[in-house]
Structure formats: C-alpha cells, structure tokens
C-alpha cells in the first residue's frame, strides 16, 4: 500500500474542499491508503507513517497562512533530515487568480524540501490554458472543472509517485498511465 497523507490549513473551507479532492484523487490509485486531516488534528507521527504528502494552504499575503508555518516551527527538531526521500507535493486557494497562489505553492515547497521531501508539480493539463506545474490552485473554492480535475490529478499523481519510487511499482509510473493528460494542450 502506497500511504498518502493530505494535510492542510483552511480558514474558511476553500482549501480544505481542495483537499477533499485532492484525497479523492489519491485514492483513484489501487492499493493507496489516504490520511485527509486538517493541521489540528495531525502530528509527526503522521508524518512518519506517509510515504507521500500533499500539503495545502490558503494564501495569506501571498505566502502561507500562519497556523500552517507554525504547525512545520513546531515539528520535533530531531525528526528533521530523518524523513528524507517521502514524496510530496503543494496546493493552494487564493480569494482571486493572481493572488499569489504561487508564491504559496513555492513556499509550501519550500517547507517540504527543507524537510527533506522530493517534490513535484504536475506537467499535465486539466482544461484549455489551465495546467499544475507547481500545485493545484483555485481562487475562493475550487468549483470550475479544470480546478476540480487538477486537484484530483495531483493527488493521484502522488499516488503514482510513490507507488513507483517508493514502493518499486513499475506499472504505477505516469508515463504508462493510459489516461489523457495532454488533450486540452492540442487544443489550443
Ligand atoms: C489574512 C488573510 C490574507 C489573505 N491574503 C490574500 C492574498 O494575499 N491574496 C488573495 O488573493 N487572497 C487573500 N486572502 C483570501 C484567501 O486566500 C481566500 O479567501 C482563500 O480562498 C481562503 O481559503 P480558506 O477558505 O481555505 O481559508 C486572504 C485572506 C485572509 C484571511
């Protein structure tokens, strides 16, 4: 079983909808067991048992809200460069595109590979000039298609991820997905 934990902020439930799809998204892959817990609720442990995390924030003046830079501050240190090689990926929700949902998912990133993890972006796109190359993102709640597909699309990736770098699960790699993940690029 490939462990995926999904572990977020949300103030006001945007971000936490984007992770329900994200969970959604990671359970599409066979043999996945998917965490869904809020920063409240979770702690190292959680950390420990995952073999990939996607982690989400709404954007607070542009960068990531304050609970869930706290939440990483208070990590115990002696856990830190022992989790190294877990998988991980970002997403966020802004009030509006173009504010800064981004800069969030680069700093939410950035929480991630000081803490060791490999992280990724997706190359696919989910509807006509609409991709997740560094995260899923949404302004208010996620509920155009192409956000609901992204959100779903990084989790099952992360699933794929670490199926296949974790657990040695060839089959499970993206590039023998038989899956579109390109159709709204020749569209254009
Ligand atoms: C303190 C604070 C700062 C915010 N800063 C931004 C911002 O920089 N850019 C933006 O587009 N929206 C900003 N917003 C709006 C939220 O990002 C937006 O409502 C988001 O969808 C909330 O997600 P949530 O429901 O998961 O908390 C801010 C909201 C709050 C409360």
């Known amino acids: 079983m490939a462990k995926i934990l999904v572990l977020y902020h949300s103030n006001s439930g945007n971000t936490r909808r984007m992770a329900e799809l994200v969970a959604e998204g990671a359970g599409q892959l066979e043999?996945?067991?998917?965490?869904?817990?809020?920063?409240?609720?979770?702690?190292?442990?959680?950390?420990?048992w995952c073999d990939g995390i996607a982690l989400g924030s709404p954007t607070n003046y542009g960068s990531v809200s304050w609970q869930m830079k706290k939440w990483w501050d208070e990590?115990?240190?002696?856990?830190?460069?022992?989790?190294d090689g877990k998988?991980?990926?970002v997403f966020s929700s802004a009030?509006?595109?173009?504010?800064?949902?981004?800069?969030t998912c680069m700093t939410l990133m950035s929480l991630l590979i000081n803490y060791g993890f490999l992280v990724f972006g997706l190359t696919d796109y989910t509807g006509p000039r609409f991709s997740a190359h560094y995260g899923a993102i949404a302004a208010g709640p996620p509920v155009e298609e192409r956000e609901l597909a992204a959100?779903?699309?990084?989790?099952?990736?992360?699933s794929e991820w670490a199926a296949t770098?974790?657990?040695?699960?060839?089959?499970?790699?993206?590039?023998?997905?038989?899956?579109?993940?390109?159709?709204?690029?020749?569209?254009?």
């Open 95 to 103: 009030g509006s595109w173009g504010g800064g949902q981004e800069w």
């Open 87 to 89: 998988i991980g990926c």
């Open 151 to 158: 959100c779903r699309r990084l989790g099952l990736r992360l």
């Open 75 to 83: 990590q115990p240190i002696e856990n830190w460069g022992r989790r």
């Open 31 to 48: 043999r996945t067991e998917v965490r869904l817990k809020d920063i409240s609720v979770a702690d190292h442990t959680d950390l420990d």
């Open 165 to 188: 770098l974790i657990e040695g699960r060839k089959e499970a790699h993206p590039l023998n997905q038989t899956y579109d993940r390109f159709g709204y690029l020749a569209s254009e």
